[in-house]
């Protein structure tokens, strides 16, 4: 025959059928590339000098990332590759596009200082990230140090290193040397081994009688938020960095404590001694209970 029956051969291997993914582990992750796109569009909105919009971008970021680790939770809906998407997403929300915002705002005065000080802020919350994804696997934590993270979490940081934006809206000089001063150090925090307060596990659960008091609480915050932006962001970026030597005095409480149940535990009972609870970018910091 010309055109002899095409009959595959019954000795190949079947391919491999993969499963369907299910819809509830797409959620959280359209959600962290939802908050990619805003801190993208932030970059382009700081080059185009819409300051207001380009913060407004990065907050609206941080919230996202706030949210796509609680829905993979809520909807068990956890993945690694979630995980990894809300790394990379952490890395460009609130380590370069906070940076490129302050470059182009006011430390592209100082020339080769400022870029030097916008790259050192980007580059830090991107070893902030890999410090938390090396540290992923690490169960040796004891109840309590789990209430910490190590250094400033990215999302964190990136709200307090735009502080100077938001008091030169108030009406504040833009003073470029103390700019890349204040840049540097908040760099510093999240790279450092401090320990700063996470609040995961605080409530989790909210009393019956406190259900409607939260709820007027969130849309006041909400209202005043949209109403006066550079009046909250600043009060709640200097109250965060205020309370950072309180998170160390609470850690270093605990710190004490396990030590001495070591010394009057028995003998055949080991206490592990405290180790701080990785973090991410961010929310960057989430991740430890993020995985979607």
């Not at 005043?224 to 909250?232: E, H, R």
């Not at 009060?235 to 950072?244: A, E, N, R, S």
Request: hydrophobic share 50%; charged share 15%.
């Amino acid at each position: 025959m010309l055109f002899p029956p095409f009959e595959p051969d019954r000795d190949e291997p079947r391919r491999r059928r993969f499963r369907p993914i299910p819809v509830r582990t797409l959620v959280p992750n359209v959600i962290t590339l939802l908050a990619l796109c805003a801190g993208l569009t932030s970059v382009r909105l700081a080059i185009e000098d819409h300051l207001d919009l380009a913060l407004a971008a990065i907050v609206f970021a941080a919230v996202l990332d706030g949210l796509d680790g609680r829905v993979a939770r809520l909807i068990k809906g956890t993945s690694r590759f979630g995980a990894e998407l809300d790394s990379l997403a952490d890395f460009v929300n609130f380590g370069v596009a906070p940076a490129l915002i302050l470059y182009f705002w006011g430390l592209r005065d100082l020339k080769s200082a400022g870029w030097i000080a916008a790259m050192v802020l980007a580059i830090c919350a991107g070893l902030r990230l890999a410090r938390f994804n090396v540290s992923i696997d690490d169960t040796a934590r004891p109840a309590g140090a789990g209430n910490f993270f190590v250094g400033v979490p990215a999302p964190a940081g990136a709200i307090a290193a735009l502080l100077p934006i938001y008091l030169y809206f108030l009406g504040v000089p833009n003073f470029a040397p103390l700019t890349l001063v204040y840049t540097l150090l908040i760099a510093l925090l999240m790279v450092s081994r401090l320990p700063v307060f996470s609040g995961k596990k605080l409530g989790t659960r909210v009393p019956r009688e406190m259900v409607l008091p939260v709820f007027v609480v969130v849309v006041l915050f909400v209202a005043l938020l949209i109403s006066y932006p550079w009046i909250v962001l600043t009060i709640g970026t200097v109250l965060y960095l205020g309370c950072l030597p309180l998170s160390w005095l609470s850690y270093r409480r605990m710190e004490r404590r396990l030590q001495q149940q070591t010394t009057t535990a028995p003998a055949s009972v080991a206490v592990n001694p405290p180790t701080l609870s990785p973090d991410g970018a961010a929310a960057d910091g989430d991740r430890p209970t993020r995985l979607n």
